[in-house]
Every structure is written in structure tokens, then in C-alpha cells.
């Protein structure tokens, strides 16, 4: 059905910066609301991101508002991040759905493998 791919997460500096992808193969992007979690050991999923299904409309969690842009380039999304710090340290997942319900992890029915990110101090 689809499937998706991150891949760009690495270690950086703290006040660095970082962009991530999401590869979206079996489903143009364009058609799907897609949206960027993040889970630190020990933790739950926690929303960061999404952008909307053809509309294009983006939807940041507060943490990362103003620092973290989302965007789309046919079916690659992309999380562009900067001054990052070293809470943000975490795995990014990329998720999809047919909608545009981004209020519960349970809402989003495909996900990336997920691709690791660590800010040092």
C-alpha cells in the first residue's frame, strides 16, 4: 500500500542543523497527510509535525514551533531543523493517512522505520 523511508538523522552540535526525509513509495504524497513523531528512549510516540493532504497546511507541535519547518517535494516529505537542542534528541518516524486527523497516534495508519537523531551538548 505505502510505504515510507527516513533517512537523514545523524549526530549534531547543539545550535545545529539537521533535514530529515520521508520517502513515500505505493501512494503519491500529495494524497496523504503526512506527519513527523519523535520517541526518546523510554517514551511515547510524540507528535512534532504534519503536513496536510493536498492542501499543504502544516501543524507544529509547540516544542518545535519556529525552529522546525515541514514541507513536500512530490512524494518526499522533508523536516528541515534547526537550532536544535539536545531534548530533541530522539528516533524520527514518519507516518501517513488518507486524512488529516493528527490528534492521536492511532490516527495515522503507516509508518517509517525511523531514523535517529542525537544533539550533543
Known amino acids: 500500500q505505502v510505504q515510507l523511508v527516513e533517512s537523514g538523522g545523524r549526530l549534531v552540535q547543539a545550535g545545529g542543523s539537521l533535514r530529515l526525509s520521508c520517502a513515500a513509495s505505493g501512494r503519491t504524497a500529495s494524497s496523504l497527510t503526512v506527519g513527523w513523531f519523535r520517541q526518546a528512549p523510554g517514551k511515547e510516540h510524540e507528535f512534532v509535525a504534519a503536513i496536510m493532504r493536498y492542501s499543504g497546511s502544516t501543524y507544529y507541535a509547540d516544542s518545535v514551533k519556529g525552529r522546525f519547518t515541514v514541507s513536500r517535494d512530490k512524494n518526499t516529505v522533508r523536516l528541515q531543523m534547526n537550532s536544535l537542542q539536545p531534548e530533541d534528541t530522539a528516533a524520527y518516524l514518519c507516518?501517513?493517512?488518507?486524512?488529516?486527523?493528527?490528534?492521536?497516534?492511532?490516527?495515522?495508519?503507516?509508518w517509517g522505520q525511523g531514523t535517529q537523531v542525537t544533539v550533543s551538548s
Open positions: 507516518a501517513a493517512q488518507p486524512r488529516g486527523d493528527y490528534s492521536s497516534a492511532a490516527e495515522w495508519d503507516y
